[in-house]
């Protein structure tokens, strides 16, 4: 409460929020900071259970692939809502699309609780992944008007940090949830939207007023961004390899507990969330070539998962690879803040966060032919030596490309 005591003591004067009372003020520096943490919830409340999700709805098919749907449909529902928030969430409505949002994530999110349609369990993963997404650009709209100047820049950071650790937390939750009461269980979770709704009706009583910013007068081209659009889309379908395909190496090796499954993700996060506290002194050294060391570290760490003999070499090889995953998406939105005008940066970053969730979409299409042919263990060895592979082209074609690399 510190750290949040200084921030509310750095806000200027033109900052909104300073017209409130202390007690509101303080309940919308709460909420603003702890809103990510639902988005979270889209994979931690099914990844601790996938094991028990797909032995429910396997039927005759790909058990394993059946599981991963029922993750990969909220972030499908995450990356369309990116790409249509721009029109979604206005000036005018900013208040009431939070509201509306929230509550749709929490029904969304509840519906594990009784769904028994394996299709309308995907559907209320789409509908939910979308909501969240809106309820993120809402309330991330909001946290620029309310506050600005360095106020502004430290609750952006600690909101990171927060969703980082809820991500964690509730990780490790839902796994003891699954464990104890069956893989609907996690469902429960998403009563903290819920709650966030109610709160947000106390703390936000008045429409919230956005700054009019000037429009650009050159038009935004998503062929600027290419080499970033794609590299992040690569880097996303690394990065869920922990959450997405980790439970089912495990289970090959005879390690079927959802508290130890759930320990893997959540220490991949934990690492990442470590690693990201280092970002900012590695890319003012290294630049670009950050992510040739991330990917480098991420291939080498899924490469030794595959090969691993035991569930603790495991866990060491999830280290290496979180620290590499924990500089992917900072130095995406770094790249995306050092080449992209002030005025095109929210299009461009809504661009980028579609790619890192359509990312998480393709992971199980693109790993299952791999998988079914030669077994998860290789799978793991095939995706780590695809990112090594890509960071000796950067690396190693990055005086001939200069162009290329200039713009990732």
């Not at 369309?80 to 979604?88: F, N, Q, R, T």
């Not at 939910?128 to 506050?147: E, K, N, P, R």
């Not at 603790?312 to 939105?333: K, N, Q, R, S, Y």
Request: aromatic share 10%; proline share 4%; glycine share 10%.
């Amino acid at each position: 409460m510190a750290v949040i005591s200084g921030v509310v003591q750095d806000m200027p004067a033109s900052s909104s929020a300073t017209d409130l009372p202390a007690w509101r003020r303080w309940l919308v520096i709460v909420i603003l900071l702890t809103g990510g943490i639902k988005s979270a919830l889209a994979f931690t409340s099914v990844v601790p259970a996938l094991q028990l999700i797909a032995a429910e709805f396997g039927g005759a098919g790909d058990s394993v692939l059946s599981a991963q749907f029922v993750v990969t449909l909220a972030p499908v529902g995450m990356a369309v809502s990116g790409l249509m928030a721009g029109m979604i969430v206005s000036n005018r409505n900013l208040r009431t699309t939070m509201f509306l949002a929230l509550g749709v994530c929490t029904l969304a999110g509840l519906m594990q609780l009784v769904v028994h349609n394996y299709f309308l369990l995907l559907a209320s993963r789409f509908v939910l992944g979308f909501s969240a997404v809106v309820a993120d650009v809402s309330m991330t709209s909001i946290l620029a008007a309310q506050f600005s100047g360095a106020a502004r820049s430290k609750l952006i950071g600690f909101r990171q940090a927060i969703s980082s650790i809820g991500t964690v937390a509730t990780m490790l939750l839902g796994g003891w949830l699954a464990q104890h009461y069956g893989w609907r269980a996690p469902g429960i979770m998403f009563l903290l939207p819920g709650i966030m709704l109610l709160l947000a009706f106390l703390a936000f009583d008045q429409p919230i007023r956005l700054e009019q910013i000037p429009s650009s007068r050159e038009r935004f081209s998503v062929w600027q961004l290419w080499p970033l659009l794609l590299l992040s889309l690569v880097m996303s379908i690394g990065h869920t390899m922990p959450s997405f395909q980790m439970p089912f190496l495990l289970k090959e090796n005879g390690i079927t507990s959802a508290v130890l499954v759930s320990r893997v993700p959540a220490l991949s996060s934990t690492i990442s969330i470590l690693s990201a506290f280092a970002f900012g002194f590695v890319y003012a050294r290294l630049g670009p070539w950050t992510l040739v060391v991330a990917a480098t570290l991420m291939g080498a760490g899924f490469i030794g998962a595959g090969l691993a003999p035991s569930y603790e070499i495991i866990l060491l090889c999830v280290v290496i690879e979180g620290v590499g995953a924990g500089w992917t998406i900072p130095f995406f939105l770094n790249r995306i803040l050092d080449r992209t005008d002030p005025a095109k940066r929210s299009s461009a970053i809504g661009l980028v966060q579609s790619s890192l969730f359509l990312g998480h979409f393709l992971n199980p299409l693109i790993t299952a032919p791999v998988r079914l042919t030669l077994g998860i263990h290789a799978t793991f060895m095939v995706v780590g030596a695809a990112l090594i592979l890509i960071a000796v082209l950067i690396g190693g074609w990055s005086t001939r490309f200069r162009n290329t690399v200039r713009a990732i």
